[in-house]
């Protein structure tokens, strides 16, 4: 189950607590295409660091958004995907995309 920064009975302030930020939405957004390993997150994204990708990835695996699978490979292997409850926001994010080709990126 999720974990919630402080306790609110307020949808819209639970959601944005998992997925709020600079970065989460970005990252969910760039998963919603399919499996990725950490590298090619990084060169979709490339403002963040690689500390902060780190940390946001285990956030959203805590959250149960994400799926880390590391497989028993030289060298070490891990991909990312969406859980269920992360694909689930999929119509979410593609929603602000549309928002932002209509409003902020139009003009």
Do not use: H
Request: hydrophobic letters at 40%.
């Amino acid at each position: 189950m999720a974990r919630l920064k402080e306790k609110t009975l307020c949808p819209v302030t639970a959601t944005l607590q998992l997925i709020g930020g600079r970065w989460k939405t970005i990252i969910l957004y760039s998963l919603s295409n399919g499996t990725k390993r950490f590298g090619e997150i990084a060169v979709r994204i490339p403002d963040i660091s690689r500390k902060v990708l780190t940390e946001q990835l285990k956030e959203l695996e805590e959250d149960g958004l994400i799926l880390r699978e590391q497989f028993k490979e030289i060298p070490p292997r891990v991909e990312y995907s969406l859980t269920d409850m992360g694909r689930s926001l999929s119509p979410v994010i593609n929603e602000l995309e549309k928002w932002g080709l209509e409003n902020v990126l139009a003009s």
